[in-house]
C-alpha cells in the first residue's frame, strides 16, 4: 500500500524567499508522481508531473524533483509571491497495470503562506 | 478555469434526503473520475471510469452510486447519508485510454471546483 507524507504541514515566509516543499512515499514502484495546487474551497491545479524515468521538472519559477531509490520528492518555489499562497499536494500514483491508472495516493499537503 | 464543471458548489442534506452531485467536463477526455476530501485527511480516490466503463470502486459505501451516461458527463447519486460524508466532493476528469492499452498511464488530472456537502 502507497503511503504519502508531506513536510512541513504548514509554512509561512516573507515574500522573495526561495523555498522547498518536501514528499516521501513508501512504494518506490511508482509510475509517475505529480504536484498539485489547491486554493481554498477550490479544486486541483495540476503544477508538474514527473515521470519515474525522469529525474526533475520545471515550469517557470517551480522545479521538482524525484528521487524513486529513496523515495522522495521536492517542489521548490523560486522568489515565492503572496500569490503562491495555498497548499500544495503531492501525489504518487500506483505501478502500471490492471486497472490502476489515475489512481493516484495523495499526501495531506503543506499549507504555504507567503506574505508581503 | 481548467474544463471541468461542477454542480452544485454547495449542499446541505439531511440524512434521508437523496441529491445528485453533476460534473461535466469540455476536454474531450474519456476517463473522469470522483474524489472525496475530509478534513485533516489526504484527498481519497471513489470511482474511476473509463469510456463511460466504471474501472475502479475504491471500496466506497453503496449509499454513493456514480452513473457515466457519456465520457463528458458524471453524477454521483448520495441516498441516506451520514454526517461524516460530510465534505469537498471533487470530480477530474484525464485523456483515458482504450482498455486494451490502459496500463500504459500517465494521466495528467485536471480538476473541478468541488461540491461542498453538509449531512446534517
Known amino acids: 500500500k502507497q503511503e504519502v507524507t508531506q513536510i512541513p504541514a504548514a509554512l509561512s515566509v516573507p515574500e522573495g524567499e526561495n523555498l522547498v516543499l518536501n514528499c516521501s512515499f513508501t512504494?518506490?514502484?511508482?509510475?509517475?508522481l505529480q504536484w498539485f495546487r489547491q486554493d481554498p474551497g477550490k479544486g486541483l491545479t495540476s503544477l508538474l508531473l514527473?515521470?519515474?524515468?525522469?529525474r526533475e521538472q520545471t515550469s517557470g519559477r517551480l522545479n521538482a524533483s524525484l528521487d524513486k531509490s529513496s523515495g522522495r520528492s521536492t517542489l521548490y518555489i523560486a522568489a515565492s509571491q503572496p500569490g503562491d499562497s495555498a497548499t500544495y499536494l503531492c501525489?504518487?500514483?500506483?505501478?502500471?497495470?490492471?486497472?490502476?491508472?489515475?489512481?493516484?495516493?495523495f499526501g495531506q499537503g503543506t499549507i504555504l503562506t507567503v506574505h508581503p | 478555469e481548467t474544463g471541468v464543471t461542477q454542480t452544485p458548489r454547495h449542499l446541505v442534506m439531511g440524512m434521508t434526503n437523496k441529491k445528485s452531485l453533476k460534473c461535466e467536463q469540455h476536454?474531450?477526455?474519456?476517463?473522469m473520475y470522483w474524489y472525496k476530501q475530509s478534513a485533516k485527511k489526504p484527498l481519497e480516490l471513489m470511482f474511476v471510469?473509463?469510456?463511460?466503463?466504471?474501472?475502479e470502486n475504491n471500496s466506497v459505501p453503496s449509499r454513493f452510486s456514480p452513473e457515466c451516461p457519456n465520457s463528458s458527463h458524471l453524477f454521483l447519486h448520495l441516498h441516506t447519508l451520514q454526517p461524516e460524508d460530510s465534505a469537498l466532493y471533487l470530480c477530474?476528469?484525464?485523456?483515458?485510454?482504450?482498455?486494451?492499452?490502459?496500463?500504459?498511464?500517465?494521466?495528467?488530472?485536471?480538476f473541478g471546483s468541488g461540491t461542498q456537502l453538509s449531512v446534517l
Open positions: 471510469y473509463n469510456f463511460k466503463e466504471q474501472t
Open positions: 514527473i515521470q519515474s524515468s525522469q
Open positions: 512504494d518506490s514502484a511508482i509510475y509517475n
Open positions: 476536454l474531450g477526455h474519456n476517463a
Open positions: 477530474a476528469s484525464s485523456q483515458g485510454r482504450a482498455l486494451r492499452t490502459f496500463y500504459a498511464t500517465n494521466e495528467k488530472l485536471f
Open positions: 501525489a504518487a500514483s500506483l505501478p502500471a497495470g490492471g486497472t490502476s491508472y489515475g489512481k493516484l495516493t
